[in-house]
């Protein structure tokens, strides 16, 4: 079976000296549980698996009964030795984080060599739980989309392919049928993740709007709009707090981002017109109604997706790493992204055959920024599929 390069970072901490709780955390259908039980299987001692996503109602005492069958194995023989407990879909149990904070300091001053995974289904987890209780006792490990790397080598997919298929490995066995193929994405993973994800975890006063609005980000991918703009493309009274604020948990359960553009000054940036930009490809043929044929024969839709690859690409790479993702424009003249962190500054076109309605503008950006790189990816510049390959913290 397939196992992800980070399957290796995931392995050499659970063999360190007991000291987080590991917590695996990204969109459904990255392969979050299978890594889990890829781990269980390559593990030199015991573990006990269990999911909060079964059927049957649970509750707090869920968690610690699970615990204590993690503690008896322990134990068990009269000898002290290190066991692997696994708890997914953790965040459906209220009130978790406080508990699991009791039976991990408990252990720790007993000396009860139990290692904690806990798998959640979006970013969401950190806020609703690990940033309030469990402060300096967590290392979260994101698990974002396949790459078109991943992708390839498990499932020897081309770049064509890819880019309208996108990175969800479990639906890379329905490709043979296209309409089945995106009724799975739409109903089994935008639809779960918006009712399960977004709308069970967070206050959301507007849900039709917060759906409306991932329509708009798949629809214009690629392309600024300012949320006056976004507003009357979704005919809602609402404001812009709200739509930022939606576009924030949209990104946060993988689906869809907005982009600031950068102006060196972090204030200035939160108000700019963001970019829409999805987190997956497959996420924008797969709402078109569109088969591949049409798509490819389409130059503005295949440019909008060889542009939506590569930042998707920059925003799952770069998640975590404390680098930002950002766009640039100016009296015509845009970069499709520019990359800041580490002390560097990358700026990044993008030449896909899609006709814009603005110039480039990699030369007007040096100008105005101490610029670290400038990377032309297509149209003579490094091809798309090399880029794609390349990891995105390498290019600062």
Known sequence: MYKRPVYASISARLEEPRRFIQV????????????????IEGAGFGSHYATADEPALKDLTWIEQQWEIARMMARSGGKAQRVLLVLDEIQKIPGWSEVVKRLWDEDSAGGVDVVVMILGSSALLPREGLTESLAGRFEV??????????????????????????????????????????????????ETTMSRDILLMTRVDKPALLRRLFELGCNYSGQVLSYQKMLGQLHDAGNTTTLAHYLDLLESAGLVAGVQK???????????????????????????????RDVREDPQFWG?????AVGASLANGLAGTGAGLFYWSSRNREVDFVVAGRGALV??????GRRKSTLPGLGAFATKFR?????????GGLGLEEFLEIPAPAWL
Do not use: C
């Open 347 to 352: 700026a990044i076109e993008v030449k896909s």
């Open 24 to 39: 695996l955390v990204g969109p459904r259908q990255t392969g979050k549980t299978t890594l889990a039980r890829q781990v």
């Open 304 to 308: 909008r997706l060889v542009e939506s």
């Open 141 to 190: 490990i994101r698990v974002n989309h396949w790459s078109f790397a991943e992708m390839r080598d498990a499932f020897d997919w081309d770049l064509e392919t890819y880019l309208f298929y996108g990175g969800y490995p479990g639906a890379a066995g329905l490709i043979e049928d296209g309409d089945r193929w995106a009724t799975y994405v739409r109903d089994s993973l935008i």
């Open 262 to 292: 950068y102006s060196g000054a972090a204030v200035r940036r939160r108000a700019s017109s963001p970019k829409l930009q999805v987190m997956n490809t497959a996420l924008m043929t797969a709402t078109s109604g569109l088969a591949f």
């Open 371 to 379: 610029v670290t790189r400038k990377l032309l990816v297509g149209g």
